[in-house]
């Protein structure tokens, strides 16, 4: 018996999200940038109007400030916590909430419910909108990939009332999959686009008609799972297993040799970045950290200097803060003046899978969940808009630091400091 | 609330003394009935009527519907303003208790945002 499975999609999430509590923010074009306010990376369907693109930069589209346009920074810290309150709406109504990205998350439901599945994904619809303010398209089958292209259909169809559910209901399937171009298919990249394209295959409809033999023998084993998952069968994986490795490093020589501390601590702190973040790819944590620094062995006429101490954590970890402040203590206390280093790097090990993570009396699980769907947000971001779209304060070197961008969403949620000030 | 079992092990004092452990009021749990959909937000001004002065924390509840009678946090011209929220004779009134009611208005004029639940008042100058 196949599950009920549903992908419940906010649209234009960060818009939303910053949304929810300025309404000065409704009803106009906006744009969220990162990286510095200078990419975007959320557009309100006001703003899709003007023409603006995904991940363009932002003086490119500056002067249609005259028309209205309004530009917000990213917050994480606020993001966060909102895709994490529409997660537990879902929960409320679902089996079971598998997170996905920030802003799609996929759920089981319950089947009893079926013959009024549709009516139920409303129900939810309406519901997270209610206590999130957020809106949302839901996709409802029975594979994951289904559900994506579903979603896609309540997207981009109004009519649908943002619910498309086509669960056991073959013909509607076959009508659904009709209007979804093929590019649009979950897993289904620019090339294999292309390569299907070009054998006249355009709709998803046609790649799910196709023989996942053929498609295996042209195309490799993973579209002949796409094709299994359009035709109704599960046959992705919901977690991988990542392989652990025992030690992960990070070093690299300098551009210039230097003595300045700013720019070292800097190297350290994108090395740590790197470094954590292999950590979560495997979903693993480090308990010992070990910090580097050296002067060139080749140079003959200068005092040379190397040095390098580890340290061991009190809770074993993969947050990048958490690490970057070890790592900072460390290169304090190794640090001396008046070397030119040329080579910095760290090194993690004692690394265990996250499910063995070693909780004691002290550790705040609470406090631990949330640090790691901060991490989780920053890894998807630099995944999705390119690495360093969002960076650790210690990794800017330039002096010219200006704290928080003023364009900034306040963290309504997470600050008593930067609470919504409501009129009385 | 952890359930209060007394022990009767002759322990003296420790069996039934240790089952009481872990009963701390939380005033989180007190006021945020629905996690996913509570909200603060800071006052600015007063509504002396309805008792809440400028600084309190409002505690909004999100899942709510709003009752009339209730103190509701709404959407007027774009901006987040506190009122007490009545349904009468087919209208809405959107007011501030010290005044008359000030705003009679079409369902189309304003959005709830929430409702308020409990305000959090400071009554001392340096917490």
Redesign the interface.
């Known amino acids: 018996m196949s599950r009920v499975i549903a992908l419940v999609d906010i649209n234009n999430a960060f818009v939303s999200m910053a949304r929810l509590f300025d309404p000065t923010l409704r009803g106009v074009p906006v744009v969220i940038a990162g990286n510095n306010d200078s990419i975007i990376v959320a557009r309100s369907y006001e703003a899709k109007d003007l023409n603006i693109k995904m991940a363009q930069p932002y003086f490119q589209v500056k002067h249609l400030e005259q028309q209205g346009l309004v530009r917000r920074s990213a917050n994480f810290a606020l993001f966060t916590n909102i895709s994490q309150r529409v997660r537990a709406t879902m929960e409320d109504f679902s089996l079971s909430v598998i997170p996905y990205s920030i802003d799609e998350n996929f759920c089981i439901l319950n089947d009893k419910e079926k013959g009024s599945l549709e009516a139920y994904g409303q129900l939810m619809r309406k519901e997270i909108l209610k206590r999130t303010g957020q809106p949302c398209g839901i996709g409802i089958s029975s594979t994951r990939t289904l559900s994506k292209a579903c979603n896609y259909c309540a997207k981009t169809y109004p009519a649908t009332g943002g619910v498309v559910n086509i669960y056991r209901n073959d013909s509607k399937r076959r009508r659904m999959l009709n209007v979804v171009p093929v590019g649009e298919v979950w897993g289904c990249g620019k090339a294999t686009t292309k390569k299907l394209n070009e054998l006249g295959i355009t709709t998803a409809l046609q790649l799910a008609d196709l023989k996942p033999e053929e498609a295996k023998s042209k195309f490799g084993i993973n579209l002949s799972k796409t094709i299994l998952e359009l035709n109704g069968t599960e046959a992705t994986e919901w977690d991988p297993d990542y392989s652990i490795s025992q030690q992960i490093i990070a070093s690299r020589s300098l551009g210039e040799k230097t003595d300045c501390k700013k720019s070292l601590l800097a190297s350290i702190a994108a090395h740590v970045s790197r470094g954590s973040k292999k950590l979560r790819n495997q979903k693993a944590v480090a308990k010992s950290i070990t910090v580097s620094i050296q002067t060139s062995p080749f140079i003959k006429n200068e005092p040379g200097y190397t040095k390098s101490e580890t340290a061991k954590l009190d809770f074993a970890t993969a947050d990048n803060r958490e690490l970057l402040r070890i790592a900072t203590r460390i290169f304090e206390s190794i640090y001396r003046p008046g070397f030119r280093y040329s080579k910095t790097g760290i090194q993690l090990s004692n690394i265990v899978p996250v499910s063995e993570q070693q909780i004691d009396l002290f550790f705040n699980t609470e406090t631990e969940n949330k640090k790691t769907s901060l991490m989780s947000t920053l890894d998807e971001l630099n995944s999705r808009y390119g690495n360093g779209t969002v960076k650790m304060a210690t990794e800017t070197t330039t002096n010219d630091w200006k704290g928080k961008s003023e364009s900034q969403p306040p963290n309504y949620t997470g600050s008593w400091e930067e609470l919504a000030i409501v009129k009385a | 609330m952890a359930e209060q079992k007394k022990t009767t092990l002759p322990t003296g004092f420790g069996g039934s003394y240790e089952s009481y452990a872990g009963d701390t009021l939380s005033l989180d749990k007190l006021v945020t009935k629905?996690?996913?959909?509570t909200?603060?937000?800071?006052?600015?001004?007063?509504?002396a009527g309805?008792r809440?002065e400028?600084g309190d924390?409002?505690v909004i509840d999100?899942?709510l519907d709003a009752q009339s009678g209730d103190i509701v946090?709404a959407?007027v011209d774009?901006?987040?303003?506190?009122r007490r929220f009545v349904y009468k004779d087919n209208k809405v009134l959107l007011y501030?208790e010290d005044e008359t009611p000030s705003e009679i208005m079409n369902k189309e004029e304003f959005e709830i945002w929430g409702v308020v639940t409990f305000t959090l008042t400071n009554h001392r100058e340096n917490n």
């Open positions: 629905t996690p996913s959909a909200y603060f937000m800071r006052v600015s001004g007063d509504n309805a809440i400028n924390i409002a999100r899942s946090i959407i774009s901006e987040l303003v506190l501030r």
